[in-house]
């Protein structure tokens, strides 16, 4: 009852989201648990609702991890894209990587001249 009176404070959407966070936390804290016993199976669907639920971009990457444990390369990819989408959208980061690689290339080719 307590709790049902806690949430009587906020407005409808607002008691949603809150309740929707708690889920997120939940699944996630489930997650590392599985994840460390090395049950990457339930980790990943565990990190996949705490997305769900929760919407933060890092249970993605978690998700991938364990997809690339159980060697389901795939679909690992897949999330690992979908990460990077959700962090950096427009593909900065991408972007700035491969010059970083060819400015190490070149930096380093220099270096023999």
Not at 23 to 41: I, K, L, N, P, T
Not at 70 to 99: C, I, Q, S, T
Request: with cysteine; hydrophobic share 40%; aromatic share 16%.
């Amino acid at each position: 009852m307590e709790w049902i009176f806690f949430l009587n404070f906020f407005t409808p959407g607002e008691a949603e989201s809150i309740l929707a966070r708690a889920r997120a936390v939940s699944y996630y804290e489930m997650a590392r648990q599985h994840f460390s016993a090395g049950d990457f199976e339930h980790a990943q669907r565990e990190f996949h609702f705490s997305y769900v639920f929760g919407s933060d971009p890092a249970n993605l990457f978690n998700e991938a991890q364990c997809l690339r444990q159980m060697r389901r390369y795939e679909w690992a990819a897949k999330k690992y894209r979908h990460f990077l989408d959700e962090v950096d959208p427009e593909g900065r980061a991408r972007a700035a990587g491969r010059l970083a690689e060819e400015m190490e290339a070149a930096a380093a080719q220099q270096k023999e001249e």
